[in-house]
């Protein structure tokens, strides 16, 4: 293979343009990273402070059945839950 031309005048500096982009760059005003938040998030964030207290006793008595060996997972209705995310 033979590459013509290599030692021409005005040839392409590979790193030029990246020192113009540092140049400009420092110029520019940093953008901010933001954050939305949907309507159905901030929803589901209210009505999860709204049942704080009686999601506390729920997960306390969780607790206790997984400690105590009581506890029972219903194979059934989580295959129900699932089956919709998995048709997708």
Do not use: C
């Amino acid at each position: 293979m033979k590459i013509n031309e290599t030692n021409r005048i005005g040839a392409l500096n590979p790193y030029q343009k990246q020192n113009e982009m540092k140049a400009s760059g420092a110029n520019k005003a940093k953008q901010k990273d933001e954050v939305q938040i949907s309507a159905a998030a901030k929803e589901m964030l209210t009505t999860s402070k709204i049942s704080g207290a009686d999601r506390t006793a729920h997960i306390e008595q969780l607790k206790s059945s997984v400690a105590s060996g009581t506890y029972h997972v219903e194979a059934g209705k989580i295959a129900e839950k699932l089956l919709p995310y998995l048709k997708e």
